[in-house]
């Protein structure tokens, strides 16, 4: 999973709606807005890569002496694999 910036994202397809000329009206189909938008979504940069993140983390984890540590480590890659959603 990536998570992207919605922001950007929302910036790039507001563009399609604006004509290009001031006399233009037309309208697209909406299979070409939607495969449009796929295709933008596929474009969009990583903001935040989950998994690359949490092998970090473990990593981190792996090489500590402290079980403090470990211990806080193993609780926060436990909070970033929930998504802090669900009382995560």
Same mark, same amino acid.
């Given at each position: 999973?990536?998570?992207?910036?919605?922001?950007?994202?929302?910036?790039?397809?507001?563009?399609?709606?604006?004509?290009?000329?001031?006399?233009?009206?037309?309208?697209?189909?909406?299979?070409?807005?939607? #495969?449009?938008?796929?295709?933008?979504?596929?474009?969009?940069?990583?903001? @935040?890569? #989950?998994?690359?993140?949490?092998?970090?983390?473990?990593?981190?984890?792996?090489?500590?002496?402290?079980?403090? @540590?470990?211990?806080?480590?193993?609780?926060?890659?436990?909070? #970033?694999?929930?998504?802090?959603?669900?009382?995560?």
């Amino acid at each position: 999973m990536r998570l992207i910036d919605a922001d950007l994202l929302k910036e790039r397809i507001a563009k399609w709606l604006k004509p290009s000329k001031p006399d233009e009206t037309e309208m697209i189909e909406v299979t070409d807005a939607l #495969v449009s938008t796929m295709m933008e979504i596929d474009e969009q940069p990583t903001a @935040f890569d #989950v998994d690359r993140v949490l092998g970090k983390m473990h990593s981190e984890m792996m090489n500590s002496a402290s079980s403090e @540590f470990d211990y806080a480590m193993y609780r926060a890659i436990e909070i #970033v694999k929930g998504g802090g959603v669900d009382g995560n």
